[in-house]
């Protein structure tokens, strides 16, 4: 199938390009380059550098390529700066989205798949979520999620489509950005073998659930091939496995201390340092898996430990080069 991925030169997006590629679709990909990079792509994948919202762009994209799926990963991505410019969130995250959505309508797409996320909408939760649980998104970046469920299930009821919206937990992995607020994964590995301290923030007893990139697209891709009954449909893409930061700082470093044994890399590792907790910050969140499991044969393939393995080699060789 053609699939149109926003945001695909992005590090989720950039995972689901490969597992696309990998089940035999055709990718093409529509990014503004704002935090993604070509690099993240493989050779070959068309790549449109378009800003979201520039609608009748995006318009001719759609009438040029015209997909029979999209995965629409593009998005403001920081709670904080949705605080600070609640408008530029919502030029991107609402209307970047209804032009996407429109686009995707006009042209006949049968399935859109959309990165939501579980956390910002459940809010503080200290026993894995499901679906069902009420959306209480309290910053602008949340409730432009919740908004862009809603627009998708609009869109599946009145334009002839279906819709999936896929709640994510923190996820991890290669590829992602060490300079975003939301990858703590990216900014320890970074900082670490940059030999920085670290910074937690708040006392490190956060709890979160952490999922790995490539199993979060391996959902995308099972998420757009599933037979599914209804025209509209949410599933949480977690772990349901409570980490808190701590443990996760640790993790890091002993796959960091692993694999200095094996390479012989030269690595000084500084203890973490401790910071004022943010505002604003859960003390917990996890999501059920549940539905997934059930509906889409989904289930993460990587635990902590084997994801973190792969992300702090991946990590180390950016910072080799
Ligand atoms: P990312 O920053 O790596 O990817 C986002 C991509 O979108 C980037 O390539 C960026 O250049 C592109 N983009 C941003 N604004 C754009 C615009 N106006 N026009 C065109 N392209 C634009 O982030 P990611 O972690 O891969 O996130 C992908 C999606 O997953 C986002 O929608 C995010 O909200 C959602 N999500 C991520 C997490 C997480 O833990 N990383 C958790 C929940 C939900």
Known sequence: ??????????????????????????????????????????????????????????????????????????????????????????????????????????????????????????????????????????????????????????????????GVALRYANVYGPRQNPHGEAGVVAIFCQKLLAGQAPIINGDGKYIRDYVYGPDVALANALAMESTLPTHFDAFNIGTATPTDVNQLASCVRDQLIALRAQEGIQLNLPEMNYGPARAGDLRSSLVSPARAAAHLGWKPGFDLAQGLKETVRWFATQAAQ
Request: no cysteine; hydrophobic share 45%.
């Open 1 to 162: 199938m053609k699939v149109i991925v926003t945001g695909g030169a992005g590090f989720i997006g950039s995972h689901i390009v490969d597992a696309l590629i990998a089940r035999g679709h055709q990718p093409f990909v529509i990014d503004d380059l704002s935090s993604g990079s070509p690099k993240n792509l493989p050779q070959g994948v068309p790549l449109f550098v378009t800003d979201l919202r520039q609608g009748s762009r995006i318009r001719e994209i759609f009438e040029e390529v015209r997909p029979d799926w999209v995965s629409h990963q593009a998005a403001q991505m920081s709670v904080s700066r949705s605080v600070r410019e609640p408008v530029f969130d919502a030029e991107v995250n609402v209307l970047g989205l209804l032009n996407v959505f429109d686009s995707a309508a006009a042209v006949g797409v049968k399935r859109i798949v959309f990165a939501s996320s579980g956390g910002v909408l459940y809010g503080d939760v200290s026993v894995p979520t499901a679906e069902d649980y009420p959306a209480a998104p309290i910053s602008p970046y949340g409730i432009s999620k919740w908004v862009g469920e809603k627009y998708l299930e609009f869109f599946a009821r009145e334009r002839g489509m279906q």
